[in-house]
């Protein structure tokens, strides 16, 4: 079966001029990922971005994260106020932070490990919500930002999106935003906006994975530090 490059499928829809000033509510797992979205498509689209991370087992860190995609937002607004030709202005819309969905959703799959059917039932709790959020709102498109990262699996994520579509009568904008250099650039615009960037998606399992893979280095370097001496 051939796969489906979801990259060439967003550039046929953004070549036609109809879509041009068209309304995306753009589900943004953080700042940094947001960035190179934010960039690729405001000169297309009106977009809102939905701030809906129920995943994020931590409330400093989840409010660290929304404050700093405000932060983005307003830094690309107020350059797009210079110069308005560089696209549409940008929206900020925050959902519910409600972490007992996310483990209601996890349980049974706590030992489950990073990107498989844990993961895959987080993209459909988020994703459900912004199709909801997406039909509430008379938007003429969705999508997530997700598919940004090498650690995610873009075709899944396509795959439960138009699932979502469906379901809830709203056009899914395809995409795997980390071809043609997207995740490369979102590296550099982070750098550029002076953004945090995480080293773990937000949930309690991934984090526990972080601090395994710290603790082994940790380790791994004591060592060798040893056996030089």
Do not use: W
């Amino acid at each position: 079966m051939n796969r489906i490059n979801y990259q060439k499928e967003l550039e046929k829809i953004l070549e036609k001029e109809e879509t041009k000033g068209k309304t995306l509510l753009l589900h943004s797992c953080c700042a940094p990922c947001s960035s190179y979205v934010l960039e690729y498509l405001h000169r297309y689209f009106r977009i809102t971005v939905f701030y809906y991370n129920p995943n994020i087992s931590e409330d400093a860190e989840y409010r660290h994260r929304v404050e700093e995609q405000k932060r983005l937002i307003g830094a690309l607004n107020e350059e797009r106020q210079k110069d308005p030709e560089t696209g549409y202005p940008i929206q900020f819309l925050e959902g519910n932070y409600d972490k007992e969905a996310f483990f209601a959703m996890a349980k049974g799959m706590e030992n489950c490990p990073e990107g498989g059917e844990r993961c895959f039932g987080c993209y459909e709790l988020r994703l459900r919500e912004a199709a909801v959020m997406a039909k509430q709102g008379n938007f003429d498109y969705f999508t997530t930002t997700l598919t940004i990262s090498p650690m995610k699996n873009a075709e899944k994520l396509n795959e439960i999106g138009q699932k979502m579509a469906d379901e809830y009568g709203v056009t899914l904008l395809p995409s795997d935003f980390k071809k043609k250099n997207g995740y490369r650039r979102s590296v550099e615009l982070s750098a550029e906006y002076q953004l945090y960037r995480q080293d773990y998606c937000g949930c309690i399992f991934s984090r526990m994975e972080r601090d395994k893979r710290v603790r082994e280095k940790e380790q791994t370097a004591d060592s060798l530090d040893l056996d030089s001496k």
